[in-house]
């Protein structure tokens, strides 16, 4: 069994990182490129031990790294699965990360796993409950839990609140912060028909404890636009230059640039790193985010 | 705005939605220009990828052998009698096999069942927890010096099988194609599954090796694994386990404490 790692949790700079996915990892534990950290997707490392956990400590050693959870299902009707906790809890233990994340969003329920990043209706149910499982998880971890604004492909005809209205709620009630996703922001203004800037300008720069950037595809075969958040193209114009009104308006924080779906050679992503990177250069001075 | 369902009714009705019963979930969903109906489906589309996904993942001989159309309705038929049920996808797939053995289309490929389970032994193997090996010779000793019953615990990354068809070149084929096919050949035999250095390794034993392995896993004492398995001589399972370096440890079924005491 891996013991956590010796010097605590090594804070995750206000810089521009990667998404680390397993066609890559070789290259960074031999090259070790000069990445400011890796995110890694909580799930795939939480097994009690094996080749995939030996990686990410292996990583570890040299990069700051935050965990990003896609199956804790925040938003299920249902309780919290007790047992996903734990080994979140565990393996933050051990990989001592900078930043801890999740979804506002639900995935399953009556015990079947969607295992996709489903919309909620922005209702004060959804919210209170919302707020309950933020504070629920963040005592069983023992630290912060950052919440990502989802990507969405429909609305509900009950709901009571803008998403914007919903998140800020969220994080005023329980504390705790966003992951940003700024191609998420984008994506849902084009698919619900609103200004982006609005988003933008709802959020308070004390909310922000880090940005996501990824690509998106066009649905052409519908009567209107879609946007499908694909994390399968370069970042799109319109998303990056939202971005550089985001950082200009919230700050700067660590950027993590995601890409999940026909992985591209690992010289792409840090073309696309640096990229953000130069936006955050233009903006002001990096800072340690956790 | 209209009044709405509690969040568990649009829950559980999204969770209808998936298996083909709309129920009111459409009336609940803004069209905003596109048909309720056309925006649920990206989510059907979507979950039924990411599924698809995972299992291609876990199952990537068996994708090579049957081909992605094939594949794809194995995908539809295992989320469909084998949901997912953790948010964990690396844990999803048990049925595979069940639907391959189900399957008239595949009816006239016999091994693929055991293909199917060899590749979900191998997720297994993957994911089984560490375990610091223990001291072979101190092993040996105590194994020696036993004078009743042992219980050896293996390291939990080992696993065993057994099947109908020798598919171990089967499944190496698929992975790394070589100039000439394998033989398909029933021949029930034993595989025997562990890691090392940070891959699956995989042989193949005798079917009887394989039985008291699995019986060994289990948790029965070494003359009942051997009993079930109708192996008269431990030793050349003994020394595989040895020589693979699988054993962790040996108890002597005296010191156990009696099951209801």
Partial sequence: MSAPLAGGVQPVPARAGIGLRPPHFNHVLQARPPVPFFEVHSENFFADGGPLLDTLLRVREHYPVSLHGVGLSLGSADCIDREHLRQLATLVTRVQPGLVSEHVCWGAIGGRHFNDLLPLPYTEEA??????RVDQVQQALGRELLLENVSSYLRYTHETMSEWEFVAALCRRSGCRLVLDVNNIYVNAINHGFDADTFVQAIAPQMVGEFHLAGFTAKTDLAVP?????HSAPVAAPVWDLYTRAVARLGVHPTLLEW???LPAFAVLEAEAKRAQAILDASGTGEVAA | MSRGPSLGQLQYAFAAMMQDDLGSLPVWVAGNGLEPVARLRVYRHSIRAVHASALETTFPALLA?????CFADLCDRVAAQTPSRSGNLQHYGAGMAAQVSASAVLATYPWLPDLARLEWQRQACLLAPDMSRGDTRHLMRALADAEGDVRLRLAPHVHAMDVAYDVLDLWR??????????????SACGVVLWRDGGQVAMQSV?????????????????SLALQRAGLDDAMPMLQLLV???????????????VPGA
Avoid: Y
């Fill in chain 1, 127 to 132: 919210l209170a409950l919302m707020v309950s």
């Fill in chain 2, 173 to 186: 084929h698929a992975i790394e194609p070589g100039p000439n096919m394998p033989s398909i050949r029933r």
């Fill in chain 2, 65 to 69: 052998w049957v081909g992605e159309a």
């Fill in chain 2, 243 to 257: 020589e693979g370096q699988w054993l962790a440890d040996i108890e002597p079924v005296s010191d156990l404490p």
């Fill in chain 1, 260 to 262: 999940d779906t026909d």
């Fill in chain 1, 226 to 230: 879609l946007l499908i958040d694909s």
């Fill in chain 2, 206 to 222: 005798s079917v009887a090796t394989a039985r008291a392995v699995s019986a060994l896993i289990e948790g029965c004492a070494l």
